[in-house]
């Protein structure tokens, strides 16, 4: 029996230099459908063909109707037709998502199921079938321990051997050192963190001792630079010395890796292991915009950093889909721009549907972030990304931040027409104030990150405000407006003792001073351009640090390829640095990070599987030094780290390719 009730089939085909795709709507419902029209999301330009109309395209999604056939009555179906790119559809991630039909008056919207689609006879890549049609091949949970999970064989690199990110040095002894229930221990306040943390994660009871009988020590080495730890493992002594608090936080997260703990006994094996970052920063990007991650995601990820010892969330809050953060100066913000559907002021995008998606983090929520963030030793790095991938704030307050005159035409990457600020309008700026007054307020970091990315060509050219605005102050470039306002919110965040973070467009019309520090995703030369140029750089090069990338060809690894695949020998082989950077521009390289946008990134489960492994080769680069770094040395240490993953429940791509 058939109870599907809309059905939507695919049938793609390449004709001359175009991607034909023929779209059947079968309505299996009782209802007859008047006045119809599909939605669905696609974030590619398309064209309709003879008898289909293009209703709208905003971002990703497509509202297409029929010429001929307005009525679409039950048991019948109807078939509409549009065209793009050859490249448009290529993989099970491209096809159109969250597909409904909206019909009647009042309007009403069914949900329609993705049929029968052709992938296969167009995908460009090597295409491995899903056995269920719908389960991904190449996952590994919880459940698959042992048998097709990492399959830690009992030869396998284990223990101190196996820590990951690689230490600088590694020695190990004969003897365990091994204590059950109760652990004793004498710290220092440095070290306070690192206790708390591990009598979180460790099965044990543990309590300070005066005395230096402790089984664990921790003591102050003045000697060693920031960050290092040295911990020296003997049957009856753990010893932990560091320079500071993250020293031992970092000693702590060794000390997890290897520890083995059955009930309320742990074991570690014994030597010893002298530990120092390459980069001070290390990081990951999280993009919770696109799609909505809950507060436990957040805390859930923060956990997994400490454990491989990254130590910068960068929170992408804002976006043209969603307005992320609690601002009580304007609730809008959140009543309006932290949802999607029908009805709301964004549209489903990313394949929401018509009903009511979102959400956004309160200001407690942002304080137990943030907190929950500290005590792992890891900086809060928030980004209010602006001027463009401004959709969400601009739709919540028009009042304020449109110009209606502004005629302006242009068409962003992710085709967006109306996603940018107005840099010449005064409100722009007290709008933007008074949102970082509260954002200074929240975060305690020392950076704050203002996007500055993909501003379209042609934005700012038909608007009267910004034409005024250019001749006043002999400006020729839209790149020259955007770096105005850059300038002008570099001041500010630098009046509250803050320091402004971007995208690498940020140092665009060259109004910034050298405070600013860029996220260089555009490839590795252009990181060492920035940091020779005299800027701060976080190395997050797309080809190998954009973990919404796919991992290989296959048409049903998840992911986008724009900027090609990233499998895990691609995302270790990241060397941020090149020979040209000079010995100033050396030391303004001041880190790295891994970036997870999330168009395709809705679940947990699917933002771990894009994370695991590949973010432990990312966390490997950041702090191990290029000579110390060896992939088939990494990958012997990785069963070990995928067994401990997945004991905690973790997903991950799996890595053998069946
Ligand atoms: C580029 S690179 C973006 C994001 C998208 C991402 C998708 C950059 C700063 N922006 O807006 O989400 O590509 O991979």
Redesign the pocket.
Known sequence: MNNRQLVVDFDLQREDDELVVRVTINNHSQVDLDDWTLKFDLPKAIRPHEGTRLISHIGSHVTLGSSQQTALPSGEQVELVFSGAVSMIQRLSDLPRGLYVSHGEPLAHLRAELGSHNLETIATGRVIPSSGGSTNPHVAASTEIGSAGAGAAADSVTGLQAIVPRPTSTQVSAGVFSVANLLTYHGCAEARLAIVWLTDMLPLECQASETSAAAMDFAINPDLVEEAYLLRIEPQLISIQAADAAGFFNAAATLLQASDAVNNAVRWPCGVIEDRPRFNFRGLML?CA?HFHSKDTVLRTLDLMAQFKLNRFHWHLT?DEGWRLEIQAFPQLTERGAWRGEGEVLEAQFGTGPGRYGGFYSRDDVQEVVSYAAARQIEVIPEIDIPG?SRAALKSCPELLVEEADASQYCG??LYTDNVLNPALPATYQFLHTVLDEVCDLFPGEYVHLGA??VPDGVWQQSPACSEFMAEHGYESAHELQGHLLRDLQAYLASKGKKLMG?EEAVHGDKLDHTATVNA?GGIPIGTELANAGYGVVACA?PFA?L??AWDENAFEPG?Y??GTCDLATCYGYEPTTPELTHDGAHRMIGMQAVL?S?LVREPAELEYMLFPRLLAMAETAWTAPSDKDLSNFVARLPFQLTRLELQGVVHRRLDDR
């Open positions: 993009d696109r976006d991938h990457a992710q990315d993909e995208w995703w797309a954009y919404d990338l986008y724009w900027a946008w168009e």
